[in-house]
């Protein structure tokens, strides 16, 4: 058993025992952990109160060989998400950022780039002047890129062929993972017609230099179908409905 050092977010806690806590964290070196953090219940334990939900903390765990829980011995608090004393909606989008990363990425899938994006994103919900619509939509689309599951926005899904407009529209296939070109949309299931306007937004959210996405202003004018495009296609490709899906209507407005 060796004991590593890293950084971390926490994605998910609960309780194992009196005394002791489960955790999911998503480090930036080891990908996401299930750690057993024992005495953590306790009112002096070692881990000085670092783990709270979105906290980010420097940890020491004894990493397991087997499918057996790691082991945490440390974790020291670095900076605590307060973004929820501003407003509830940021709160809810913290929340749902942890319940993205919980239910996409494997154990152990190590994923640099998206523990960036990811503490990019909760630093950006502490700004008051960055939108958080923006900010959650910059999110989802970068968590799909990185871990593969983009959507294919200009050219069929399917045949791999570009896939263009018909009178402001395009024809999404939920479960094909893009537009569709009108020769293959025929006798295709779960079919959305998706705005142009609507796949624009999508698709400039999704580009590889995240960073620059401007967060200050949205710009998009049916902000309900592209909140029910993008949450479908999440249940689709998890395969279950996210709990904070509902806490997030706000931004469909």
């Given at each position: ?21 489960i955790a ?164 295709a299931q ?63 407005r």
């Open positions: 058993m060796s004991s590593e050092k890293t950084e971390a977010i926490v994605l998910r806690i609960y309780p194992w025992s009196e005394t002791s806590l999911s964290l998503f480090t930036c070196d080891f990908g996401k952990l299930s750690v057993i953090a024992k005495g953590a219940r306790r009112p002096k334990s070692s881990f000085e109160a670092a783990l709270d939900l979105l906290s980010i903390c420097r940890v020491v765990f004894i990493s397991k060989s087997s499918d057996a829980l790691d082991i945490l011995t440390e974790a020291k608090l670095q900076r605590r998400f307060r973004a929820g004393e501003k407003n509830l909606l940021r709160l809810y989008a913290g929340y749902y950022t942890a319940e993205l990363l919980d239910h996409t990425i494997g154990r152990g899938d190590k994923h640099t780039e998206l523990y960036e994006l990811a503490q990019a994103t909760l630093e950006a919900l502490h700004e008051s002047s960055l939108q958080v619509a923006a900010i959650v939509l910059r999110f989802e689309m970068q968590l799909l890129r990185l871990t593969g599951h983009l959507p294919s926005w200009r050219d069929c899904a399917h045949c791999g062929r570009d896939a263009p407009a018909d009178k402001g529209f395009s024809s999404f296939s939920m479960l094909g993972g893009g537009v569709l070109c009108s020769n293959c949309v025929a006798g779960q079919i959305v017609r998706l705005p142009t306007a609507v796949l624009e937004i999508l698709e400039q959210h999704s580009q590889v230099n995240w960073r620059s996405t401007n967060l200050t202003a949205y710009g998009c004018t049916q902000p309900a179908v592209l909140r029910g495009v993008v949450q479908r296609y999440f249940t689709v490709l998890l395969d279950r409905k996210l709990q904070m899906h509902s806490y997030l209507e706000e931004l469909g």
